[in-house]
């Protein structure tokens, strides 16, 4: 499927528009990121595609060519506390305003990956699976998985017990048998999850 949504706005004379999504919704730990990006009209590049369909090098240079060529880009990123007292919904509906408030830069159109987004100075189109018909969401989804994958490499060398670095903070088996040996730690883990709240509450319970 060809990543071309924009076409149909630039031959309206659209001329800037933002892509954002996040990456780590579903994960157990550690922040949700958010990224936007303004590419050029006209700019292309077959590895600017849906993050979950690349491999980890493939992204890592993506974003490498995302931050060289973008007109303009924002990344940012929400804490676990906070994910814990507004929901990872709101957080992540946050953290995609953060990143692009960042962007000091006209913007005509914003296009999401799925999310909703009140309040903003423009135009906004929520796209169900923007990521796989939106180049502009796609570049926004690398920008946002590669750097949270940044940050849970930095997070292992902290907590090396997790496995962060090989599960990125999913609820994989090696992360879901540490939570049971270790529990959850207090900002790190997401203790509104239902993993982490019924290993803290089964590790407390030992101690009863």
Do not use: W
């Amino acid at each position: 499927m060809a990543l071309d949504y924009e076409k149909q706005f630039y031959d309206k004379g659209y001329e800037f528009i933002a892509g954002t999504d996040e990456a780590g919704r579903g994960c157990l730990l550690g922040p949700v990121f958010a990224a936007a990006v303004i590419l050029p009209k006209g700019f292309s590049s077959e590895l600017i595609n849906d993050s979950k369909k690349l491999t980890e090098k493939q992204r890592e240079k993506a974003f490498e060519i995302i931050i060289e060529n973008a007109i303009a880009y924002g990344i940012a990123s929400i804490e676990p506390e906070e994910i814990d007292k507004i929901n990872i919904l709101e957080a992540s509906r946050k953290a995609m305003g953060l990143a692009l408030d960042q962007i000091k830069h006209k913007i005509d159109l914003i296009l999401t990956d799925c999310m909703k987004l009140p309040n903003r100075s423009c135009e906004v189109i929520d796209l169900v699976h923007g990521d796989a018909l939106s180049q502009n969401i796609a570049a926004a989804s690398i920008l946002a998985k590669v750097s949270r994958d940044h940050a849970c490499y930095e997070l292992d060398k902290k907590y090396p017990q997790y496995h962060i670095a090989k599960n990125k903070g999913y609820g994989t088996k090696d992360h879901l048998e540490a939570l049971e040996e270790f529990g959850p730690v207090e900002g790190l883990h997401r203790f509104s999850y239902a993993p982490v709240k019924k290993s803290r509450i089964k590790k407390i319970s030992l101690f009863l």
